[in-house]
């Protein structure tokens, strides 16, 4: 168990729909990256925050949303959905204080289908 | 985009053999880590190799990185049925995309079966 808690496991929508996954951080990190998992991108990153505030971009949709609250958790906000956006989508944390060493640990994943 | 390349893409061994898997990244890193992933579930984080480093070793597991060549390989020495999983290297780049930014970039992963 990395600590990292994601919500819901499963998720199954229809296209054109919007759903919100949720990510608790481990302990004392204040770090939440989101990343999307699908059989033909592979791992990709998505978005990073660091104590509430957007630190860097990747390949996220204009479709897609992120925010970090006070107490750290994070939303990842996926709209207009397509059947492309089928994947696992990964939140992980890390404390972010020096880069030679920082881990990212990772929650057991949001599997969404979109139908 | 991926950054990394696993080699292999697959590799099926025996239980108690060793198992060598290689990474070759493109850009100047940070770090290399390398990660474990049973069946569709969550990353597990096995050792990070920072790159002023050469080897590492934690428990059965052997990490080298090769900056000069871009590359490193994860060797599992005695290897369990309980090994078996998809791995992956990611890299954190050094520049990264921003000040403060330390994404991870994934390679494709060699899915490793160890046969009881």
């Known amino acids: 168990d990395s600590g990292v808690t994601q919500t819901p496991k499963h998720l199954i929508t229809a296209t054109g729909q919007r759903v919100t996954l949720r990510c608790s951080p481990r302990s004392g990190d204040l770090s939440v990256y989101w990343y999307q998992q699908s059989l033909d991108q592979g791992l990709q990153f998505l978005i990073q925050?660091?104590?509430?505030?957007?630190?860097a971009k990747g390949n996220i949709l204009e479709r897609f949303s992120a925010q970090q609250f006070p107490d750290l958790h994070s939303e990842l906000n996926l709209s207009s959905l397509e059947l492309g956006d089928s994947a696992l989508y990964f939140c992980?944390?890390?404390?972010?204080?020096?880069?030679?060493?920082?881990?990212?640990?990772f929650g057991p994943g949001t599997r969404l289908t979109v139908l | 985009s991926q950054q990394g390349e696993e080699d292999p893409q697959a590799l099926s061994i025996q239980e108690g053999e060793n198992a060598t898997m290689n990474c070759s990244y493109k850009?100047?890193?940070?770090?290399l880590q390398w990660y474990r992933q049973n069946s569709g579930r969550g990353l597990v984080h096995l050792i990070l190799i920072r790159s002023n480093e050469r080897e590492k070793h934690s428990g059965r597991l052997r990490v080298t990185l090769d900056t000069s060549k871009k590359s490193s390989s994860l060797l599992i020495t005695a290897s369990r049925a309980a090994d078996t999983a998809s791995y992956f290297c990611?890299?954190?780049?050094?520049?990264?995309?921003?000040?403060?930014?330390?994404?991870?970039?994934f390679g494709k992963g060699t899915k490793l079966s160890v046969i009881p």
């Open positions: 850009t100047s890193i940070n770090n």
């Open positions: 992980a944390s890390s404390v972010l204080q020096v880069p030679s060493t920082d881990t990212q640990y």
């Open positions: 925050y660091y104590n509430g505030e957007e630190r």
């Open positions: 990611a890299t954190v780049p050094l520049a990264g995309s921003g000040a403060g930014s330390y994404q991870l970039t």
